[in-house]
């Protein structure tokens, strides 16, 4: 079976048709593999006003942009990394996975795996997590 890119948006065609996967779905699919490397605490749903908007086991699309062209796509990621973790090793490994995770799951090509640490996440003692933005 020969599969071909559309180069309008990234849609696969192939001889029975096309094959259209929208944006959310590929932004759904980083999210929840950022969230599954140790270290990362919580996506970021962006800043607005100063105030930190984290995202924890919700929807991880919002933590994510993403640009899809000629079958590639460029993905912006924004969380916070657990404060006992190193953030190079855990952004580095944030971006191989979600490369990975993206060409194996959607056929498209990650040209680009942005990582934007956003804040730091220090667990206090009774559990809950207290993030600290970088203002």
């Not at 948006?9 to 932004?27: H, L, P, Q, W, Y």
């Not at 924890?56 to 993403?66: A, E, H, L, N, T």
Request: aromatic share 2%; proline share 2%.
């Amino acid at each position: 079976m020969e599969e071909k890119a559309n180069s309008k948006k990234g849609n696969i065609v192939t001889e029975n048709g096309s094959i259209v996967i929208a944006d959310e779905v590929v932004k759904n699919i980083a999210g929840l593999t950022a969230m599954e490397v140790e270290g990362v605490a919580a996506m970021s749903g962006g800043i607005g006003s100063g105030i930190l908007e984290l995202i924890r086991k919700k929807d991880f699309s919002k933590g994510v942009k993403v640009e899809v062209a000629d079958n590639e796509a460029v993905l912006d990621i924004y969380l916070a990394v657990d404060y006992k973790y190193a953030i190079p090793a855990v952004a580095t490994e944030v971006q191989s996975k979600v490369k990975l995770a993206i060409e194996a799951k959607t056929g498209l090509i990650a040209k680009e795996v942005n990582v934007h640490v956003v804040a730091v996440s220090i667990e206090k003692p009774e559990g809950t997590p207290e993030t600290v933005e970088n203002a």
